[in-house]
């Protein structure tokens, strides 16, 4: 693409304001920790702005969806906030073209529920306990710059399985937790003519967005789900197609005012 | 199974009473050729009923949604006339175990699109076309009694690419029509515990559902989504799993009071 | 199916005879034991012989090739003194329908590495770990009879990812290691008109297949890839189609003596 | 990447040299126009080389393949001749990260059948008849620049279902044939750390790779199954992970004497 691709950072940001712990750990919010990290590894290639869920519309109007490639999505606490009609345009965006990364508690967000079909059930426990990501696809793009096959973090929260998404058309890698469990913890799917980066790290209480490997994985996400340039556009709607492009042999009569798309 | 497989043939059944030509082709309801093509190939090892549209909820009260294994789903025109909270109970019991068969114009229900994530676009043409259905996965049990590695339907209505879908987890019928156009006509996805099976033939002006090939692929289709004896129960929520499987070593205080899921 | 399923354990047979550690584990050789739990499981529906490396043509003669449905495969030290020919055959007659469960360090069996097309690499530690099987796919058939959503084992050798193989068609299983590791330890590829399932558990000196979930797992994976009755046969060979099935406007000579395939 | 992508274009060219035909349609040999192909549509982005069966070593040499991103594969009549070693070189690279294009009748080519682990057959027939291949992703990098959603060939040799391969990772294209058939004509898998795309078109009695659509997916393709910069190598072997990441409890006593691997 000759143009920056164009990034839009959503982002809660309610823990942050509450919580001393966590304004500790992100002081600027989670969302300025994201972006500094996209920006880090994509530079030129980029523009990045953030949303939030208080700004009006949740920062994402009409324009700024029109004007966004890739979207990451960060909540935890207030997904019921989001509003229905909003949550239903990121998610129609998608299918037409955008890439959207999810992070770590968007799982149970509206726009990844409504993308999935399923419920994105997962298990829970906080112990700031061991997780090593593990590369399961070398080769992929999404794991560029890695050097060694898992990412390692010393305190995090755990997500076990089962976790109900649909099988992933790609599975990039498979985490292991100190207590016992494992997930699926870096997943692709398409949907429409857009792509969904699902990458679980990022407990708000924990430094996670300033591990480099996650911040490398982040940027490599959101380049990997970026529309490529000059796609044949998204068709929504159901069109008639009168005209066959082969001749098919009359045969009987079709009574067309039977039938309404 | 030892107690038989419990079916409900959902039906729109709003044609029927609209149009001369479908009554003739079905003049007791399209649902009753799918339930005897069912009964025909599963016998004594099925109970079917039917639920319809106009029926109270549908047909599908809690009870019948509870004692239903596998729900078969045919609609057309009045997809719209189906109420957001029984659509959503389907999706939900599909999450939990049951398993969906959606027939020809189902692709744009309630359920289908709650759980495929997708518009579910297509393109359409009403020209009594001839459309075969190769079988791309031979061995598959869908397609065990057909004598041939296709099924050839001498007048259908068209239904081509691109079809607004996720990438099936399994392909097993793509189908030819004479105009020019290819369709993904037999697609099996997993959503939740449950399996969803789509299967495009069966327009209501064309005796499709009399086609003894379209009956066995049909049978075979309830019979693969069926729920297995015994599996693990679908666990709904996200449970807190406060005690690990393994030791976790003591690192730092997490403050437990931060964090709802 | 009316006549019962004919299954064949292939074992290599080589540990018991020389190390006195497997021969009190395996008294009779594991076949026998993986033999059993097959039996205790489908019963009457199945008749299961075994055929040892060390038998003529390794047990599999033509014969006993066209008489098998599903055949098991344990393998570990001695994959280089099975006979190519042999292993082509098998691989052959997987894509012709039969299913393959492939066990253990059968990863690196000459058929298994036939029909994946890759490796099979894999890293490993022997220190009689701890090893979760997480079930990832509540509701597959594979898993009937498991009450719980993972299976434990105290004491295995270890495997871990990267694990060279295709992309599953289906993932099952995924394993925790006490030692860090994690592990797609359950897998499902069709190749042909055959389904293949990778199965990990089932190291010689520990007593993997007496437990009884492993047992139970086993017999479920010889049912799910059992070829079903009716499907249209796997066609070997490449047929010209001289007759269209439908009619091609002439357009212009074709030298048909260009072209041989 | 910041040098060229280095890509290697290998032909069997031997029907140029027997039929006057294929030499007039191809007067340079089909390799010279594959080239330009993807020389037109990556430019400066790509370094291209040729190398033909009858070459030394196929053309083939360690060094070549050493210095090779991605490999397109042409070959036909003469797939016999192709040395089983190079063969098993070529998937080795694939599996070390190399991408391969593999074209039309390279379905039966010795390193796609060794990485496929199926037998590929499929249907064909030479009657010169439409084909038209269907878009069934949008938004997939190999379709950009793409005008519309299907392309159109005049004549073609006719490739039908069932083809026997794995079910792709991603499924790209979808050929309708005028004389009835369906094939998945455009398809993705992975092996190891490289990819594989095998796409349709390209006999040699027809000028497809001058139709400007086949270049541009042929480019295109090339372009997809590039190897990313930085990512993990591929771990060629089976490595003994004796120290763990994480404490292993004593158990009991494991002799290490009996396993090797």
Redesign the interface.
């Known amino acids: 693409m000759s143009r920056p691709l164009r990034v839009t950072v959503w982002h809660e940001h309610r823990?942050e304001k509450k919580?001393p712990?966590?304004q500790e750990v992100y002081p600027d919010g989670m969302h300025t920790v994201m972006k500094s990290a996209i920006e880090e590894h994509l530079g030129a290639d980029v523009e990045v702005r953030t949303a939030l869920l208080d700004d009006a519309d949740h920062g994402l109007s009409d324009d700024v969806l029109d004007e966004t490639d890739v979207m990451t999505w960060w909540g935890h606490?207030a997904h019921g906030d989001v509003k229905d009609e909003i949550a239903q345009k990121v998610?129609?965006r998608v299918?037409r073209?955008m890439g959207l990364v999810v992070l770590h508690?968007g799982h149970?967000s509206k726009p990844f529920k409504?993308?999935?079909?399923?419920?994105c059930?997962?298990?829970?426990?906080?112990?700031?306990?061991?997780e090593?990501l593990?590369?399961?696809?070398?080769?992929?793009?999404i794991?560029?710059?890695?050097?060694?096959?898992y990412i390692?973090l010393?305190?995090t929260?755990?997500y076990?399985?089962?976790?109900?998404i649909?099988?992933p058309?790609?599975?990039v890698f498979?985490?292991?937790?100190?207590?016992?469990?494992?997930f699926?913890s870096g997943c692709v799917?398409?949907?429409?003519?857009?792509?969904v980066f699902y990458f679980r790290p990022g407990h708000?209480?924990f430094p996670i967005y300033y591990n480099p490997e996650v911040r490398r994985v982040l940027a490599n996400g959101v380049g990997y789900v970026a529309?490529?340039?000059?796609?044949?556009?998204?068709?929504?709607?159901?069109?008639?197609?009168?005209e066959?492009?082969?001749?098919?042999?009359a045969?009987?009569e079709?009574?067309?005012s039977?039938?309404?798309?």
Do not use: Q
Not at 258 to 261: A, T
């Open positions: 823990h919580h712990k966590v606490a998610a129609e299918r073209g508690s149970y409504l993308l999935m079909g399923t419920n059930h997962l298990k829970w426990r906080e112990a700031a306990e061991i090593r593990w590369n399961v696809s070398p080769g992929h793009p794991t560029a710059g890695l050097e060694k096959d390692e010393a305190e929260e755990m076990g399985e089962h976790f109900d649909p099988d058309d790609e599975l498979v985490s292991w937790f100190e207590g016992g469990e494992v699926r799917w398409k949907r429409g003519a857009g792509k708000e209480t529309p490529p340039a000059g796609v044949v556009p998204y068709r929504a709607g159901s069109p008639n197609i009168k066959p492009l082969s001749p098919i042999a045969t009987h079709v009574d067309a039977l039938h309404k798309h």
